[in-house]
């Protein structure tokens, strides 16, 4: 699919990073309920767009329609989530400390915390979820949430439905009372790191590739003043199965397995990309035929379907690598699963090429001799969205210590599930040290996700008028707030 | 005074950063409560050994015993504080999803999302708090309390005082009971940059100069796998007075600017570094006479006072620069307030240089037109801790666009009051954007310091016996949680 859209030019670069600053103090200023407006319009907008973009997106993607569907519904369902936390009001996170005379270190001042937006945000948008990952995607919509007008690099491999997205959003944005300049897409490598490094931008978020997430993250660090940058790169989201639960169910196991690490041509962040198995397992023919049986398809760009063959024939080539199903070349496009299989000695002796994300329908199967290996490979893993465990109950307990140690490195802990399908809901997290993101301290998806983009500000003796009214006597907003009474510290620490 | 501690041995740095790493899990995986104990056992111990403590910090800082005696105290309060975050629990920022069959996007499964730590970290002491900001000081207390362990990197301005502190707080710590490895204190520039390339160190922090921190935060950023820096560097916490406030309190407010300006020999990082006078204030005989009776004294280190003095003589050179009291060069580490005085255009056309932090007992005194021309230079005043604006309640309405202004660029704004004093509070906000800080999220005063250390984690469908006791059914631990029922997305955006 070629692009027909060009390449943003460098004075409309300028227009719209201009109006992103212009558009920053008046949008995060609004009243969180009307800001909540503007998102429920956008939803509603995007609701009632379907049968256009879907097409489209069909077109670009290559995805079918009942995944496309049901990633713009999980889009919409995005926004209205932020919707629900933008009347909650929580988000705000507000502190107060009254005025103390008795404070332990001397008297204290009348101090009252909130959070504001960081300004405009410059959003890269992902190529594996042309709704739900991009032009109006989580990280679209937490920055909107949170007050901040965004900027949205294109991802190439949906431009045209990116630019109709694009008008969409703003449209419904604007309709509903927005600052022109508050939301605006951008296409092109060039444009998208001009605008990281300009200094209009305050914070950006990004999701795809540990090469472009890292490019991109040394230029937001490299700026003169340097900027939080977020990025969800790379996860190969170990699965461990114990004996027992390959005893209970070891077929239904190889079955979901493939149905996991080959949904969506492979393409999804928390794809399983490593299975351990106890040794003498018994399920390689399930395993290969469950492999071998799985859909392939048509993957999302060129590039990505340039770089997971070549992963592919990397792993190939490491010695103790066995092949159960081989999904070959493909034509085109195409991609069709790959399952390969090896033990922990190997894969701790090739770390660097069998511990890395192969973006793609392409798994590992890795024999484990005993629990002490086990926790040994979990040892060696990276940073990772997710860590999945498979057990009966009455080996819980000895599990534990597996998942402390599973604990470190990632983000989202699954029992006798499967990591592909991240709930997009206040307790999710998704994220997890690097590689898997640039910003372990965050989640780009759920309602902790808007907090990438709120800094804490703190007045102190403000005059009421001066004050937001988020921090005013007698709560105006109605929203939760923290107020610690003076005296307190008299008592700390008894 | 010349360093009787020498720098750590590469050997024995390695047996502090392989013992930071083994107690990272036994440490995190304490229960609050206990951690809180240990906490209460550093402060008590620091406490109980101020007599001891106090000499010696006078003798390397030069600083006044009643400052570091109060000081002291403060560093005591503070790590009190973070035993009230421990027994709240609210720092583990619990967030329960019920499982919901009918939520919005598909069955949603049990999640259960709370804070862990991030593991060793990493904290370079300041020179201008031996006690407040430096071994015991509040980035090793909140890293602590999030289960961290520590190493830290002693200034070398204080380091007998460091050595002293740091045995203390370590002996408390193993004598309540804390892992071995939990707390080290190390010296000399080359293992601290070697500590900050470890890969067993998960995050760091730093109070100190813009030069420093920008190349340790440079360090972070391109290791293999970036972590987290929390560095504090430069700001100018510029004040803006208001010709109503010049009228009714003129003279007050004359001394207390050179009160603040001067405190700890200008050695704060919040000391107003601009004072913005209406235009014909008349206040310069004032101005003069209380800068040139504040006192000067010892500054803290050699390379402080070399800095000062070059970054003093830079200003005076500026054309359109007056000076209004000259504390000259000063003998041995000696420094003696100056005053200088400017307008807005100068300011402006001379930003890069009147712009940034003097480290020392110096100030602008900036005469401004007008209104729009106030509101113009603080567009131009870069990231800063704090910004304060004295008002007479007359005029307060005027004055929200500049503190809109303001907001954007300082974590803390102070209404008719002085920048230098921070509560060590819940609602404190110790921060701000670029320079002030390479981390505009965070704070490193306050109960929210806590926030730097730690890391979300979802448990998905966990059995019971893997859950944490705070995640668990019935609440063991007692501690704030909030519970999101099923159903609920059936409402989202009605």
Redesign the interface.
């Known amino acids: 699919m070629t692009a027909t859209i060009e390449n943003t030019r460098t004075e409309d670069l300028e227009t719209v990073l201009a109006g992103a600053a212009a558009a920053a103090?008046p949008f995060g200023?609004l009243h969180p309920a009307t800001r909540a407006g503007m998102l429920?319009a956008v939803?509603n907008a995007l609701e009632g767009a379907a049968d256009e973009l879907v097409p489209i997106a069909i077109e670009e993607s290559g995805l079918p329609e009942a995944r496309l569907r049901?990633e713009l519904?999980?889009t919409v369902?995005q926004?209205?989530?932020f919707?629900?936390v933008l009347r909650d009001g929580s988000y705000l996170d507000v502190?107060?400390?009254e005025a103390d005379p008795d404070?332990?270190?001397?008297p204290?001042?009348d101090?009252?915390?909130m959070r504001?937006p960081?300004?405009p945000v410059l959003v890269f948008a992902a190529s594996n979820f042309p709704f739900a990952f991009s032009v109006a995607g989580g990280d679209t919509a937490s920055a909107l949430a949170a007050g901040c007008p965004v900027v949205l690099k294109a991802h190439p491999g949906h431009p045209r439905l990116s630019a109709r997205t694009g008008t969409i959003v703003r449209e419904a944005l604007t309709g509903a009372g927005a600052p022109a300049g508050v939301f605006d897409v951008i296409h092109g490598v060039d444009p998208g790191t001009i605008a990281l490094r300009d200094e209009r931008i305050?914070a950006a978020a990004f999701t795809g590739s540990v090469p472009a997430g890292r490019a991109l993250?040394?230029i937001a660090?490299?700026r003169p003043?340097?900027?939080?940058f977020y990025g969800e790169l790379g996860s190969v989201n170990p699965v461990f199965v114990t004996p027992g639960a390959v005893a209970a169910r070891g077929a239904q196991l190889a079955q979901e397995y493939a149905a996991s690490f080959t949904l969506g041509v492979g393409q999804f962040c928390t794809g399983p990309g490593l299975l351990f198995l106890p040794g003498g397992h018994g399920l390689e023919a399930e395993l290969t035929e469950a492999a071998a049986g799985a859909s392939g398809g048509r993957m999302l760009t060129e590039n990505v379907h340039r770089g997971y063959h070549a992963r592919r024939r990397e792993l190939l080539d490491v010695p103790g690598v066995r092949v159960l199903a081989d999904g070959g070349e493909g034509e085109g496009l195409d991609a069709t699963p790959t399952l390969l299989a090896t033990d922990v000695p190997t894969l701790l002796e090739y770390r660097e090429t069998l511990l890395t994300e192969a973006f793609g329908p392409l798994s590992i199967v890795v024999g484990y001799r005993n629990t002490e290996e086990l926790v040994h490979a979990a040892d060696a893993v990276?940073?990772s969205l997710t860590a999945t465990v498979h057990?009966e109950?009455d080996e819980?307990?000895s599990?534990?210590g597996l998942?402390?140690r599973l604990?470190?490195c990632?983000?989202?802990?699954?029992?006798?599930?499967w990591p592909t399908?991240v709930?997009?809901?206040?307790?999710?997290?998704h994220?997890g040290?690097?590689?898997a993101t640039?910003?372990?301290?965050?989640?780009s998806v759920g309602s902790?996700a808007i907090?990438?983009f709120?800094?804490?500000?703190?007045?102190?003796?403000?005059?009421r008028?001066?004050l937001p009214e988020a921090l005013r006597d007698g709560n105006p907003l109605g929203i939760p707030r923290?107020v610690?009474e003076a005296g307190a510290?008299q008592h700390?620490?008894e």
């Open positions: 103090a200023a429920s939803a049901g519904n999980r369902v926004l209205r989530l919707v629900e502190i107060i400390d404070f332990a270190i001397g204290r001042p101090l009252r915390r504001v960081v300004g305050a993250f040394d660090s490299a003043r340097p900027i939080p990276e940073g057990a109950p819980v307990e599990m534990s998942v402390d604990r470190e990632a983000g989202r802990l699954l029992f006798n599930g399908g709930a997009v809901t206040p307790a999710m997290q994220g040290p690097y590689p640039t910003a372990p301290l965050h989640t902790r907090d990438r709120l800094r804490p500000v703190t007045y102190q003796n403000a005059p008028e001066l923290t610690n510290s700390w620490g």
